[in-house]
């Protein structure tokens, strides 16, 4: 079976420094301003995207997602982040949980982690058998031919970080009070694994990079780089245009007709 070594095998970073927050700022404003109007255009089209965010604990993926929704509609681009299945839901067909999530006309659903935690963690941590792991990497190619059939558009990445990185950024997790709610004892658990992901990374990679549901790797050893990089590609796989706006102007208005009354309004303290 070939293997994909994405440690070594990936395109040359650019520059080895960590990326300014004044230059970042400045590209990301820019790239926000691409979104809106990539959301207008989904809006207008009834187009259906969904955007898949696989990789290790500690790639990035959450402030990828931060980064792709925080000036675009909720209501258009909406987060899916599921948590361990329901004993109803082991019940069931395995995607099935999943499916209820699918974008209906003018909507993007980004998984934050997807149906592949089959062949990642769920395999790796022992929560399935070898057979239904199998199983699913045989069935998985078909199952994503239909959506995109279906006139879905599909993009799948996965952020690769190097182990040092990661210990680092888990290790900050630790640490960092904002941090800790990050860090799970399944985290600690995985920690260990690094060879056991590295080897279900490659056989899911060898079952379901297809020609209509391939996979892109981002490179996340520098936050700041992965975001920017990642949201740029993402904006080149949708064939977006520009939706006309009508021009908005504020009408005018009165203040002051209302009489003032005294209540008692229970002002917040401003400790600020």
């Not at 395995?94 to 999530?101: D, F, S």
């Amino acid at each position: 079976m070939k293997k994909h070594n994405h440690e070594t095998a990936s395109p040359e970073a650019k520059g080895s420094e960590k990326l300014g927050r004044k230059e970042y700022e400045k590209q990301l404003r820019a790239i926000h301003v691409e979104l809106v109007k990539l959301q207008q255009w989904v809006i207008a089209t009834g187009a259906k995207v969904i955007v898949v965010f696989e990789g290790r604990d500690g790639a990035g993926k959450g402030g990828t997602i931060k980064a792709l929704t925080e000036r675009v509609s909720p209501r258009t681009f909406r987060v899916v982040a599921l948590p361990a299945p329901s004993d109803r839901e082991k019940s069931q067909m395995y995607v099935q949980r999943y499916i209820k999530h699918f974008p209906a006309a003018g909507e993007v659903v980004i998984f934050d982690r997807s149906w592949y935690n089959r062949a990642g963690v769920e395999r790796v941590m022992g929560f399935c058998t070898e057979a239904q792991t199998k199983a699913f990497l045989e069935q998985v190619p078909a199952f994503e031919k239909t959506m995109t059939q279906s006139g879905i558009i599909l993009i799948k990445y996965w952020l690769e970080v190097s182990p040092e990185e990661q210990e680092r950024r888990l290790g900050d997790r630790i640490d960092d009070g904002r941090k800790t709610w990050k860090l799970s004892p399944m985290d600690i658990k995985s920690f260990t694994r690094w060879d056991d992901y590295t080897h279900a990374r490659d056989e899911m990679f060898e079952a379901s990079d297809t020609s209509w549901a391939p996979w892109f790797v981002a490179r996340s050893e520098d936050k700041k780089r992965v975001r920017l990089n990642l949201l740029t590609h993402l904006l080149q796989q949708i064939p977006y245009e520009e939706i006309k706006q009508p021009k908005v102007k504020l009408p005018k208005r009165k203040i002051g007709k209302e009489k003032t009354v005294t209540y008692p309004f229970k002002y917040i303290a401003e400790p600020f």
